[in-house]
T-cell receptor, first 115, second 111 residues
Framework: DGGITQSPKYLFRKEGQNVTLSCEQN?????MYWYRQDPGQGLRLIYY???????QKGDIAEGYSVSREKKESFPLTVTSAQKNPTAFYLC??????????????FGPGTRLLVL | EDKVVQSPLSLVVHEGDTVTLNCSYE??????LLWYKQEKKAPTFLFML????IEKKSGRLSSILDKKELFSILNITATQTGDSAIYLC???????????FGKGTLLTVNP
């Protein structure tokens, strides 16, 4: 089945710890995105990548890092510098980022909680 | 700064009612407007609108865009309890064609 998978479903982070959230897609999409969703805030863009080996900061990139070594994969690391990481994290992909192909499709999300 | 504002933020209706959800935007270099439905987890795509005045329809849901007045509406007729969800509006634009989301409208349909 084609789609976007995220793992784990739930993740617990201790103070000072870096954690990595996985996002994989087999839709052959070029563009991938990471969002954070907080209650009453809507979705906010953390990072996005339009092609392999390239990515750009979104609106709230501080305390996060990403890599895009493969087209299918766009992992997000929440570093210890992110002081308020508790949120629902959504990964998305689109065929492209423009030209009428910018509809984004979402994975099931990872809920990150701080211990 | 790009901005998308949805109203109302929450809405409670009875089954069978018709609802209209609003989305207004201020975005440079507008490309398209998208509507998503989010139940418990991942938002699922409903519509993409690029042209003014052309209604998109899918069953009981329909949506239209007004690029002059910078808004879109999402209509749901004969609502059902399964329509209960957060409805998200997002606009593609800006210098990098990124998506800017509104805060969503929480729709609750009571039996």
């Amino acid at each position: 089945d084609g789609g976007i998978t995220q793992s784990p479903k739930y993740l617990f982070r201790k103070e000072g710890q870096n954690v990595t959230l996985s996002c994989e897609q087999n839709l052959n999409h070029d563009a991938m995105y990471w969002y954070r969703q907080d209650p009453g805030q809507g979705l906010r863009l953390i990072y996005y990548s339009q092609i392999v080996n390239d990515f750009q900061k979104g609106d709230i990139a501080e305390g996060y890092s990403v890599s895009r070594e493969k087209k299918e994969s766009f992992p997000l690391t929440v570093t210890s510098a992110q002081k308020n990481p508790t949120a629902f994290y959504l990964c998305a992909s689109s065929m492209a980022s423009a030209g009428g192909q910018e509809t984004q499709y979402f994975g099931p999300g990872t809920r990150l909680l701080v211990l | 700064e790009d901005k998308v504002v949805q109203s109302p933020l929450s809405l409670v209706v009875h089954e069978g009612d018709t609802v209209t959800l609003n989305c207004s935007y201020e975005v440079t270099n507008f490309r398209s407007l998208l509507w998503y439905k989010q139940e418990k987890k991942a938002p699922t795509f409903l519509f993409m609108l690029t042209s003014s005045g052309i209604e998109k329809k899918s069953g009981r849901l329909s949506s239209i865009l007004d690029k002059k007045e910078l808004f879109s509406i999402l209509n749901i007729t004969a609502t059902q309890t399964g329509d209960s969800a957060i409805y998200l509006c997002a606009v593609v634009g800006g210098s990098n064609y990124k998506l800017t989301f509104g805060k969503g409208t929480l729709l609750t349909v009571n039996p």
